[in-house]
């Protein structure tokens, strides 16, 4: 037998063909045949759609995270021009993890496009082999005495179900992939709440756990690095520029 | 002969084909029953390739049934142990 879809058509192959088997009134069985077609049709609508609703809300989480990137990134160098290398490397390892996350999000954003123009693709083609399902119903309907009738009712019964059924496969795991997705939005939206990405002008007391908790998060070298790149960029005695964005000096 | 590629939908080829698909597949059966996942990946893309070269779409006018289906084009290595085995994708 064909492999994991196959054996999936294979069973909606089997119900048809029972269906036709038992039918008293093929003309009856082909309507309900291209009425379950077209419901199917309608789950595929749905389907699209949650995939879109996910791609959206990961789009916003990161266009949000994009802005604290930005935000982080210009307290760091404040920060540092003030001589306070504590709360620059706060800022750094708060725009490492943002960063991190942030290329996650893209990657999936992407993976979800790809989902959704599939899902299109597929759809549309269902679309038309349901349409040619009508039109051929309604002659097969029409000529049932011939001999042939029958055999041809199977043959684009069987057709469409099998079209269905590949339908339902990638359904099924574009809905696992969105599933993982959302668990992952839901991650990000946990640190976010538990002000993760917050700008250091809203460090208040009890964030030190916070904030042990995210240097060991994020990499040590890699703020390491951005500390001392951005050290040089300042240059020697930058104790001159404006005060912290929207911040008091911690005491 | 009809070749499905899940998701992505049937192709009309020689039917000289299914004698090349069919070995490439029992290799493809043989290399994931020894877990080599690289060749397994190496026998599917030719897999795929012989549908891409030698495949015409059929039109989403015509109602078939397909001789062979594929599975989707990136199967994962966990999902390929369920669809390989045994005969594999089509019977000897």
Do not use: C
């Not at chain 1, 036709?20 to 199917?40: C, F, I, N, S, W």
């Not at chain 1, 299109?120 to 009738?149: C, D, P």
């Not at chain 2, 994931?32 to 015409?56: K, P």
Request: glycine share 8%; aromatic share 2%.
């Amino acid at each position: 037998m064909p492999g994991l879809a196959g054996r999936m058509s294979t069973v909606v192959k089997a119900k048809i063909s029972r269906m036709l088997d038992r039918a008293e009134d093929p003309g009856e069985t082909l309507d309900y045949g291209y009425q379950k077609q077209v419901e199917l049709l309608q789950n595929v609508k749905k389907g699209i759609a949650d995939v879109v609703t996910s791609k959206k809300r990961l789009q916003m989480q990161s266009q949000k995270l994009e802005q604290q990137v930005v935000k982080l990134d210009t307290q760091a160098r404040q920060a540092l021009s003030q001589g306070r290398e504590d709360l620059a490397r706060t800022a750094l390892e708060r725009k490492t993890l943002a960063q991190t996350e942030l290329q996650s999000l893209d990657q999936q954003v992407k993976e979800l496009e790809q989902q959704q123009e599939q899902l299109t693709a597929n759809e549309q083609r269902l679309r038309q082999k349901i349409e040619q399902f009508r039109t051929k119903k309604e002659v097969i309907k029409a000529q049932y005495s011939a001999a042939e009738a029958q055999v041809r009712i199977s043959e684009a019964a069987n057709g469409v179900g099998e079209e269905m059924a590949d339908l339902g496969l990638a359904m099924q795991r574009a809905e696992d992939k969105t599933e993982n997705m959302r668990a992952r939005a839901s991650a990000v939206e946990e640190l976010e709440k538990a002000g993760a990405f917050d700008d250091i002008t809203a460090l208040g007391s009890g964030q030190d756990d916070l904030d042990r908790q995210l240097s060991e998060l994020t990499s040590g070298v890699q703020v390491d690095d951005e500390l001392a790149k951005m050290k040089a960029e300042l240059g020697p005695g930058g104790g001159e520029s404006p005060a912290l964005e929207q911040g008091e000096e911690k005491a | 002969m009809i070749v499905r590629i899940s998701g992505e939908g049937q192709f009309k080829l020689p039917d000289a084909d299914a004698e090349r698909l069919n070995e490439l597949d029992n290799r493809a059966v043989a290399a994931v029953e020894q877990g080599d996942e690289t060749g397994f990946r190496e026998l599917w893309s030719q897999m795929l390739e012989i549908v891409a070269s030698d495949g015409n779409a059929v039109s989403d006018e015509e109602l078939v049934e397909s001789d062979v289906i594929l599975p989707p084009r990136d199967i994962s290595f966990h999902e390929a142990k369920d669809e390989f085995s045994g005969d594999g994708l089509i019977p000897d």
